[in-house]
């Protein structure tokens, strides 16, 4: 298949429309990472985009709205509290899981008697779902268990020759992928940390403590229980005291390259010029936790671009989005290691 990969313009959102109404592939950018659209409503185009990514039956997908009213046609039995959040949060980096309609696909949802929904405020995505002019549903635009595209040279990567059209927006704002609360129990719970953290949406409503991976082997949010994130570069993150890891990473460097291993370190600003090591990643500033957070998924792919077989990282901070990049973090790395 020919993949067309056009910038955002009037022409290319009518193009994107009418290959989603088609049946079609379409992937572009949002404010968190790059999906992959296909009309939420046609079985056949929802199931293509399981096939393309490799995706687990399992694991459903968000459906992306362009008007906040449209929640009422896919969704019912809508909580207090998932107005409040609607009306606060969308358009912006919130997923919304509700009790779902009849009319919404299994093939979305994996059979669950719920609705993910997120209306991205990105202007390249509503535009290309307003020109749509249906829900589009749409996962992260990787293969499945790749570290999610956050700019449209990493969906060419992973998608070329695989879908119709890449719309190519630049880079996400955010970096990683949305929050996903759960809304159809007594109290809020958190699935998926996000940029919209436990913190500021208790400012709203009363959340319970994050718990994806669930009790009794049955995960409320399917896809929280595949590794994820993951380069082929194996990913050792060392917490603790920050200078004693950076001489430890020092040493490992050492240590690994003599084993005839092509190593890599991920470091923070603050520690960059203390590492010692061929292939250094600048991951930001630890005082800027959106500049980390918008990097992490960038650098973890560059680790295969560059072939590096072993990377090591120290944790980043952790008060906002942080939380977020350390839960993306944890699921890439092969091992943590703690240095006191
Ligand atoms: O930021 C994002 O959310 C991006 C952009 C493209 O919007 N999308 C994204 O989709 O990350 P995906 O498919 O990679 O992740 C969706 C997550 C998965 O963890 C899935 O298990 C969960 O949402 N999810 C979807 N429907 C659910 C449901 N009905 N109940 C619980 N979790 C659900
Ligand atoms: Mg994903």
Redesign the pocket.
């Known amino acids: 298949m020919k993949t067309i990969i056009s910038k955002p313009s009037t022409t290319s959102y009518e193009k994107a429309g009418e290959l989603i109404r088609e049946g079609k592939l379409v992937a572009f950018p ?8 296909a009309n939420a409503m046609d079985s056949q185009a929802v199931k293509s985009i399981f096939k393309v990514k490799g ?1 687990p039956v399992d ?4 459906v ?1 709205i362009c008007e906040k009213g449209d929640v009422f046609k896919y969704a019912k039995n809508i909580s207090e509290d998932a107005n409040i959040l609607m009306d606060k949060f969308w358009p912006g ?1 919130l ?1 919304i ?2 009790e ?1 309609k009849e009319l919404v696909p299994d093939t ?3 059979g ?5 929904i ?1 209306m ?1 405020e990105n202007e390249v ?1 509503l535009n290309i779902i307003r020109h749509a002019g249906v829900p589009v549903a ?5 293969i499945s268990g790749k570290p ?1 595209p956050t700019n449209a040279a990493h969906v060419i990567e992973d998608l070329d020759g695989k879908v119709d059209m890449i719309i190519d927006g630049g880079c996400c704002d ?1 970096g ?3 929050t ?1 609360i ?1 809304l ?1 129990s007594d109290t809020p719970t958190i ?2 940390p ?1 940029k919209i953290t436990k913190k500021i949406l208790s400012e709203y409503v009363s959340i319970n403590d994050y718990n ?1 991976d669930e009790v009794a082997g049955v ?6 229980k595949y590794r994820h994130y993951s380069p082929s570069a194996k990913i050792i993150l060392y917490s603790g005291n920050k200078n004693k890891i950076i001489e430890k990473i020092n040493q490992d460097v050492q240590e690994y390259f003599f084993k005839g291993q092509r190593v890599g370190a991920i470091i923070e600003k603050e520690y960059y010029d203390a590492v010692k090591c061929r292939y250094k990643y600048d991951i930001g500033s630890c005082e800027n936790e959106d500049e980390v957070a918008k990097n992490l998924f960038k650098i973890l792919r560059q680790l295969d671009e560059d072939n590096i077989e072993v990377a090591f990282i120290t944790s980043l901070s952790d008060r906002h989005i942080g939380s977020a990049t350390m839960n993306r973090l944890l699921k890439a790395s092969s091992q943590v290691i703690e240095i006191n």
Do not use: C, F, Q
């Open positions: 949002t404010e968190t990472v790059y999906g992959i659209g995706r694991n459903p997908l968000i992306h980096p997923t899981v509700l779902k979305i949802t994996a669950l008697g719920t609705v993910a997120r991205p995505a749409a996962p992260s635009a990787n999610s955010i990683l992928e949305s996903v759960d159809t699935l998926r996000g994806a995960p409320k949010s399917p896809g929280m």
